[in-house]
């Protein structure tokens, strides 16, 4: 398997959970032209990134090629405990995906 | 040397036709079972209260002291900007975040799930200097709130 594509941490500080996770990902708008050819490089970019813990799901990201390369992403939730398992997934505009999972801690 | 506004407009136009161009050409623009979720026409959008009314059903915000947004005055580098929003509202349902100056504003919107904190932390690419427009729904209504970032290098264009 390639290289992990996905960073991804959760940590606990009183009854808040804070994910930050990194992706690699080139985010390509679309409107960007390769300097040698002249040529448009096609859009390819995450549109949309799921966040799942204790089997619910926290947060849904929906994205455009607007968001950096290599996408960070980072928000709170409550409502876990220590242990759980929280779950990124993304899906991009040519269908490809990815998933990664971390430990509550 | 002299620039002919004529030939701007025709680029301008020009552009816009290659992105719509793309986007079919990738499959954006047709409907996909899997990404129903996604809303391609708000993210199409060439203006706010297009890609407003396209994501949320409205453009109807009103300002609220009460969503921060952390964001460089001044970005060196435009396709690296990194923005905080925080809310202290209560229900919010989503928060999206939109570079009005940018081909295509809106940017990213972020539906908080169960137990979710009005906090969210993204990095964004910036065209030109602009407002970062942080909007807000919560209980059906849209609450928004802005921060002018000036960009010093431009990240659209590569």
């Known amino acids: ?5 996905i960073k991804i941490r959760a940590k606990m500080k009183g009854d808040v959970v804070t994910v930050k ?21 096609p859009a390819h970019f ?44 993304w899906v991009d505009n040519t269908g490809k995906s990815d998933s990664a999972e971390a430990k509550i801690g | 040397m002299e620039t002919n506004p004529e030939r701007r407009i025709f680029l301008k136009g020009s552009i816009a036709l290659s992105v719509l161009g793309t986007a079919i050409g990738t499959g954006l623009l047709t409907p996909r079972a899997v990404l129903a979720a996604w809303p391609a026409d708000a993210f199409a959008a060439k203006k706010v209260p297009d890609a407003m009314k396209a994501l949320a059903g409205s453009d109807q915000m009103s300002d ?5 947004i952390k964001a460089p005055d001044i970005a060196e580098n435009g396709a690296v900007v990194p923005v905080t929003v925080s809310s202290g509202i209560d229900g919010i349902e989503s ?3 939109i570079a009005v100056n940018n081909p295509a504003p809106l940017i990213a919107s972020f539906n908080l799930g169960e137990g979710a904190e009005g906090f969210v932390s993204t ?12 909007v807000v729904k919560a209980g059906g209504k849209l609450y928004s709130a802005k ?12």
Not at chain 1, 1 to 5: P, Q, T, V
Not at chain 1, 21 to 41: N, Q, V, W
Not at chain 2, 147 to 158: Q, R
């Open chain 2, 123 to 134: 990095r964004i690419k910036m065209g030109k200097t602009g407002d970062v427009v942080a």
């Open chain 1, 46 to 89: 995450i549109q949309e990134v799921t966040c799942e813990a204790g089997g619910k799901v926290r947060l849904t990201a929906l994205w455009s090629g607007g968001v950096s390369k290599n996408p960070y992403l980072s928000f709170k939730f409550k409502g876990a405990k220590k242990g759980d398992t929280l779950k990124l997934s």
């Open chain 2, 95 to 97: 928060i999206s975040i």
């Open chain 1, 21 to 41: 996770a990194l992706m690699t990902h080139p985010m390509e708008t679309g409107a960007r032209k390769d300097k040698k050819t002249g040529e448009l490089i």
């Open chain 2, 64 to 68: 609220s002291s009460e969503i921060k």
């Open chain 2, 147 to 158: 921060k002018e970032v000036k960009v010093t290098i431009g990240g659209c264009g590569g």
């Open chain 1, 1 to 5: 398997m390639a290289k992990k594509s």
